[in-house]
């Protein structure tokens, strides 16, 4: 009797702590499993779930997994090399400490580990989540395009959204829904210029080795050889817009912290570089295509655009160290050991060439665009992952990105190039300028 009796007041006692997780959890999470909306301290319209174990799109119960090539995004610690963590991948797996989940708009602290106020982009402080849980609200397509329907959404972003009166405010401007550029228009432009660039190398003017392929956040040397084997300069770099921008090469400091001076000289060779790329029927295209859209009027202001948002200098850790262009095309250091920016082929080979970078391996390519993702070290700065399209023109480069800017700032612009899906992303500083932009690899 004492042993039915003692296993029965371990039954009773079971069944209530079973009880109150269940009570606890529909308290947190409600009766759909998942978590309730939460309101960020200091901005109320960015808010996130979090998901509940199982969920393909959470960590939870998730964390420092192997690589599952089957769910949507990832939870080890290569996700945030790699872009594809998951959202709550910084609060479940880190801690809060290194989340901005219902943190949004904190005062800066430094004693933080990271920050999730509105000036840590321009400081390349955010915490990993900052643009998750503080930009980027249930109520929006961005990245959402095309997505099946999400009765957990509060809003749709396919077309049955039009018939069913359940699109996103954003839709028409982020797919293209109701005569906004579609990425098939994108697409369309892309082919166009690409077909028209008359500057950019032929595959006989250069060879890659590529070499081995690294795991990401690799720093051990396991490919011996420069990534570039051969490049007839003679051919292309003679070429007007390439000339033009080499001249450039030497115009800036790579260090935070250095303020830009601009010379007569300098200025001059901006100008001439500008004037190059106008002249080409890539940028002429360009120029028609956003005219048509409405986003410039002419050449002059397109040019005057790309001015402002690329060449304007401004402050990433005094007041003129910086600008869209040198971050994107020549890249910088930042601090004692990273490099941030680089994303263009010519400046990776000569700085190669001149035995500035030691090349490490590839990360991820896709040569079907020849994009690829080098992991590499430029005078002792490290690049865990560098992405670059290799033998394209710069006036391509900054055709497609520029275009990618003024259309859809601080946001994923998806294309197809040649009938490969392709995206670029963009970063916004100062929210007028270019803060970062690359070709995804």
Avoid at 370 to 388: D, E, H, M, R, T
Avoid at 390 to 408: H, K, N, R, W
Wanted: hydrophobic share 35%.
């Amino acid at each position: 009797m004492n042993k039915i009796f003692c296993a029965g007041i371990v039954a009773v006692l079971l069944i209530m702590v079973i009880i109150g997780i269940g009570i606890g959890a529909r308290a947190y999470f409600g009766s759909t499993g998942k978590a309730s909306e939460v309101t960020n301290a200091g901005n109320t319209s960015a808010t996130k779930h979090l998901s509940t174990e199982g969920a393909d799109d959470s960590c939870v119960g998730r964390c420092d997994s192997p690589l599952d090539v089957t769910k949507p995004c990832q939870c080890n610690t290569a996700c945030e090399r790699y872009e594809d963590c998951c959202a709550d991948y910084q609060y479940t797996c880190l801690g809060a400490e290194f989340s901005c989940y219902s943190q949004c708009g904190r005062a800066y602290d430094p004693a933080d580990n990271c920050h999730c106020n509105s000036l840590c982009k321009q400081y390349d402080n955010c915490c990993g989540d900052y643009d998750a849980y503080c930009i980027i609200p249930d109520g929006t397509c961005y990245g959402r395009c095309d997505d099946p329907i999400d009765s957990n959404l509060p809003c749709q972003c396919n077309s049955a959204c039009l018939t069913n009166g359940d699109c996103c405010p954003d839709y028409s401007d982020e797919c293209g829904g109701s005569g906004g550029i579609t990425p098939g228009a994108l697409s369309a432009l892309a082919d166009d210029l690409w077909a028209s660039d008359t500057s950019r190398a032929d595959p006989s003017e250069y060879t890659i080795n590529k070499q081995t392929q690294v795991a990401d956040g690799n720093t051990v040397d396991k490919s011996p050889l420069p990534l570039f084997s051969f490049v007839d300069e003679a051919a292309v770099f003679s070429r007007p817009t390439f000339a033009a921008f080499i001249n450039l090469l030497d115009n800036y400091n790579p260090n935070y912290g250095v303020d830009e001076v601009r010379t007569p000289g300098k200025e001059a060779e901006h100008v001439a570089f500008m004037d190059a790329i106008m002249a080409t029927k890539v940028m002429t295209k360009t120029v028609n295509f956003l005219a048509g859209y409405g986003y410039v009027t002419d050449a002059a202001d397109f040019r005057a655009k790309i001015e402002h948002a690329w060449f304007t200098l401004y402050d990433r850790s005094s007041p003129k160290d910086s600008s869209g262009f040198e971050h994107v095309f020549l890249g910088e250091y930042k601090g004692g050991s990273k490099v941030n920016g680089f994303h263009n082929w010519v400046q990776f080979y000569l700085k190669e060439k001149a035995g500035e970078i030691n090349y490490l391996g590839y990360v991820r390519d896709d040569e079907a665009v020849n994009n690829i993702g080098a992991n590499f070290v430029w005078n002792g700065y490290k690049k865990a992952l560098g992405g670059f399209l290799y033998g394209s023109s710069v006036e391509f480069d900054l055709a497609m990105m520029g275009t990618c800017f003024i259309t859809m700032p601080g946001k994923v612009c998806r294309f197809n190039l040649n009938g490969n899906p392709t995206s670029i992303q963009t970063y916004t500083i100062f929210t007028t300028m270019v803060g970062s932009a690359y070709f995804v690899v």
